[in-house]
């Protein structure tokens, strides 16, 4: 057998590195070396991959030497940076930043919609995508094959961890603030009074008690980044360049879990026992939908899960051919971690045939 | 000038009941006497009008003698039950169950709406519609009235005093549990192991941290009467009986405000501006949509005002005709109070007239 190959964590200490760090653990037999990279502020650090305890490198060009895949979890400004030189170096990298998403040379892969890509990766470089579009893939891949996907309208409700360590910190803050004082948000006791400007961040407004109908940066015509990314990363992963999307991003009060209203529109009649079959044999998918004993996707159920969790799936009463349902996915594990860590096996699998 | 007219407001003791005394008190002048009724429970207790202090009488056909215009805030069935009462005594009644809303002799009144509606009551009953309805009907009737509703999907984001105070109650005393608990949710720290059972009324589940897809009652093929109730009224109130809808309700983790992503399309073409002079013109609407300045509504500050506020509107990338906004209306206010109280006016304008 040929030597194991090493895997490298880029952005290794934040609230994704540490979920990173679990799953390799779990697949730690898998790799030769586990390297942990991050800026120099965190270098020497040290931090764990199950047992093992490893010192945390500062990124340079040498940090990559050896390395045969690399996960990338770092700000876009710093991937577009560094990604370039791990991957001059030979390093087949997987980029969790949305710098490289729309690249042409650069698949977006997700395994339940497009495995194969991962093998067409021409700079060297894989993307891996919006935590938002990674919740609704599992299952519009598997409806897609057996349906013929024509158009979706799309709301989300995104957990606070999306923005991060500072997210969740924030909003465990603000509740912490609020507690205990009854009558919150009603006329005359207002969340902005208790909360003050000090909590607009990171969410540009209180979270707690509220839900905030922006995330991401502003683009042309009143578009979130995040909802222009909803939009182009589905069409390119499902490979469907001309899907119609409507798109609305929503920042809610949950820690962990994107969830999503869908409102999906097929080539072909779709039955919700047909739904049914075909997401219950969905790689990625859970099918969670038995009304009558309260069964139903929800944030708290699907923290820490692997698959994506849908139900509430109904035929559509006024549109042929539609669905509606409900979706929800731990945005820090399919995500994010657990996507790339998928990505990242696809390619190990590949190298390994190979040599 | 004729005698002033006598109101009455049945259901007085709730948290609806509590704003509607407060917004009788605010105008006042405009009635004769005001009379509390409530169940044998709450009768004998004192509540302020303004400044009056008024002992709340139990209902009976006698407690409506006098009366003329009657406001019911009750359960379906107790509306069932004695909204006939009272209007067989002549009795204008304006009720906020569902119960009456579909029946074809019973108009379902939104001022912004359909206000010449409030005539037409063979049954001398009006219904206020659902709230999470009624946050919607403001901004859709007056695009409609310029550019035709054709058909929409809506996903909601509904605070828990949508379930009165057992809601808010419950929602305050799970945020009280939890404050202060740092990685909620994440995998390790499960919300639903540190809320318990106790928890999961009125919601179903814990709403802390969570979203709940589920409000009202299970009806056929998977849908909930909310929903039901969101295609059923809009169609009615807006007097397009065809109006294709999809909607999806959920609950989410705040106190007042009711939000929706609104997918909407029309007869004829709508740009963002022609969007935002009609709306910027329209009653019972505040145009709220300046993104570059990071205006855009919240239901925090939604809570206690008299309008629906509207922003984030976008011509949809993808399909024709077609936009995307976010609406936020206070559920206790046009959602439930104001616009019984609005409707109320028109009734007493009539009736004043005519005498």
Redesign the interface.
């Known amino acids: 057998m040929a030597r194991k190959l090493n895997v490298a964590i880029v952005g290794a200490t934040g609230v994704v590195g540490s979920i990173m760090r679990r799953l390799i653990a779990e697949e730690r037999g898998n790799w030769g070396e586990v390297r942990l990279i991050a800026s120099a502020r965190s270098a020497g650090k040290i931090l764990s991959v199950g047992d093992e305890n490893l010192e945390v490198q500062a990124i340079s060009a040498e940090a990559f030497d050896g390395i045969d895949i690399a996960h990338f979890d770092l700000p876009d400004e710093v991937s577009a940076e560094w990604v370039p030189v791990a991957a001059a170096k030979g390093v087949v990298v997987i980029d969790k930043s949305a710098h490289y998403r729309m690249d042409p040379d650069v698949p977006l892969v997700v395994r339940e919609a497009n495995p194969g890509e991962a093998r067409n990766r021409p700079k060297g470089i894989i993307a891996n995508a919006n935590c938002t579009t990674l919740a609704l893939i599992p299952s519009l891949a598997a409806l897609n094959a057996e349906f013929g996907l024509v158009?979706m309208?799309v709301?989300s409700?995104q957990?606070a961890?999306g923005s991060g360590k500072e997210g969740?910190?924030a909003l465990?803050a603000q509740?912490?603030k609020?507690?205990?004082?009854?009558?919150?948000?009603?006329?005359?006791n207002?969340?902005?009074m208790v909360l003050g400007e000090e909590f607009n961040a990171p969410f540009?407004?209180?979270l707690?008690?509220?839900?905030?109908?922006?995330i991401g940066g502003?683009k042309d015509?009143?578009?979130t980044s995040e909802e222009l990314k909803v939009?182009n990363e589905s069409r390119k992963i499902l490979g469907l360049p001309d899907?119609?999307?409507?798109?609305?991003c929503?920042r809610?009060?949950?820690?962990?879990?994107h969830?999503q209203?869908v409102?999906a529109t097929f080539e072909r009649e779709v039955t919700?026992a047909e739904a049914h079959r075909v997401l219950a044999a969905a790689e990625g998918v859970d099918l969670v939908?038995d009304?009558?004993n309260?069964v139903?996707?929800?944030?708290?159920?699907s923290?820490?899960k692997g698959g994506t969790q849908v139900?509430?799936?109904?035929?559509?009463?006024?549109?042929p051919n539609?669905l509606?349902f409900?979706v929800v996915g731990?945005n820090?594990m399919k995500g994010a971690a657990l996507n790339s860590i998928e990505t990242a096996d696809l390619v190990r699998r590949e190298l390994e045939a190979e040599a």
Chains 1, 2 share one sequence.
């Open positions: 158009s309208s709301a409700y957990a961890s969740l910190e465990y509740l912490q609020i507690a205990g004082i009854d009558g919150l948000g009603t006329a005359g207002d969340v902005r540009g407004a209180p707690a008690l509220n839900v905030v109908p922006k502003w015509d009143g578009w939009r899907l119609k999307v409507a798109s609305t929503v809610v009060p949950v820690a962990v879990g969830s209203v409102h919700v939908d009304p009558a309260m139903f996707p929800m944030p708290i159920d923290a820490g139900g509430r799936i109904r035929q559509s009463l006024d549109f539609s509606e409900f731990d820090l």
